[in-house]
């Protein structure tokens, strides 16, 4: 089976955890610091500061940016429910902004209308690797103040006109090991604010910047020098990894762009989109999904559906007393399946999937 999803660990990062567990020190420490440095210079901005998990850094961002009781943040429903819970943490409540049918994220146009005397923040997912529209984002934050946190966990390495994502508000990634690079478990936040970064680094540490002195609520959402050590050696590589999911992602579309009822992804000109998912759209001229999924897998081929039911529609949220509706994320949720293109997926690999789609197709015809 060619797995959907396959960290890259090679004898580097073996070596790198042996060197820190040789060393003695295997909380937060030295190799924490080395990582967040390099992680910060990556992104382009000033400060980085790790945690153990993107979900504890989209927490600890909120929190740092004030975000809590009484406030309302603007984000989607198409996402991975941890977007939405951050939001929940906090005691603020997520207003779901449905999403655009060709990127699968958040309708920048849409969003004016969901701003309300409560709304402190924006939080746009970049989805699948693709950054959402963050020139529209940035401006309709400025015109009303608000506060923006990308959830950027699927886009290590994204760019939106040419500028990494991380970059335009508060950045949080996650490095689970489907993400495009991982430390095992493990999140960072991206600042270009000081005091801003310091304040999470305390809400990461029981509230603490001096040791046992607590100035705040805080929690342990530290990350270990064993997962640092991972991500320093992954981070090198991530340039690499990216150019081959890109380079997989053009070589399917190439092979899957002309076959009816099948959408591939559309690539914005002003994004660098890093394929964390390659994610396609099958219409019922095509076929049934549950009936391609059925024979990718009996081919080899591993799938997964990212995201079978939108936030707004999960039990929790329904029991929160949600009860908009979005119909392109519901739609989108009904369409979506997620191919391989990882770092590990080769030519023939590709051309397997392809194969499998011809053969449904000619099969039908
Ligand atoms: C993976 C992911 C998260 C959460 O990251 P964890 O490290 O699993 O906590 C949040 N948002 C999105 C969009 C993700 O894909």
Redesign the pocket.
């Known amino acids: 089976m060619i797995p959907i999803a396959k960290p890259q660990i090679g004898e580097e990062e073996i070596k790198a955890v042996q060197d820190v567990m040789n060393s003695g020190i295997i909380s937060q420490g030295e190799a924490v610091r080395e990582f967040e440095e390099n992680f910060a210079d990556y992104i382009g901005v000033e400060n980085a500061v790790a945690v153990n ?4 850094a ?1 927490h600890t961002a909120l929190l740092a940016n004030g975000i809590g009781p009484g406030d309302e943040v603007i984000t989607t429903p198409f ?2 429910i ?2 939405a819970n951050s939001i929940l943490f906090t005691g603020a409540k997520p207003a779901f902004v449905d999403i655009e049918e060709d990127t699968f994220n958040i309708d920048a146009e849409k969003i004016q209308d969901k701003i309300t005397p409560k709304t402190k923040a924006i939080m746009p ?1 970049h ?1 699948y690797g693709q950054p959402a529209d963050m020139k529209r984002i940035m401006e309709i934050a400025g015109d009303h103040n608000l506060i923006v946190i990308e ?1 950027a ?2 886009a290590h390495g994204a760019e939106f006109n040419k500028i990494k994502v991380g970059n335009f508000g508060t950045g949080c990634f ?3 090991p489907t ?1 495009n690079m991982t430390t095992s ?3 960072i936040i991206t600042t270009n604010d000081k005091k801003f970064a310091e304040t999470a680094n305390a809400l990461r540490n029981h509230g603490s910047l001096i040791r046992y002195y607590h100035e705040i609520l805080g929690y342990n959402y530290r990350m270990t020098d064993i997962g640092a050590a991972i991500g320093i050696t992954q981070l090198k590589k991530l340039d690499k990894f990216n150019e081959i999911r890109i380079k997989n992602a053009q070589y399917l579309t190439k092979r899957l762009k002309d076959i009816r009822g099948i959408l591939t992804p559309i690539v914005k000109n002003d994004r660098k989109h890093v394929f964390n998912q390659y994610t396609l759209r099958i219409r019922s001229e095509f076929g049934e999904r549950d009936k391609v999924i059925e024979i990718l897998n009996k081919n080899g081929v591993g799938t997964a559906i990212y995201y079978p039911l939108p936030v707004h529609q999960q039990r929790l949220y329904m029991n929160l007393g949600y009860t908009g509706k979005f119909p392109s994320s519901e739609r989108m949720a009904n369409d979506v399946l997620s191919l391989p293109v990882h770092p590990s997926v080769t030519e023939d690999n590709l051309d397997l999937i392809a194969e499998t789609f011809n053969n449904i197709n000619n099969e039908k015809n």
């Open positions: 998990s993107g979900t504890a989209l996402t991975f941890a977007t997912v989805l959830d966990c699927q996650s490095f689970y993400k478990e493990g999140g």
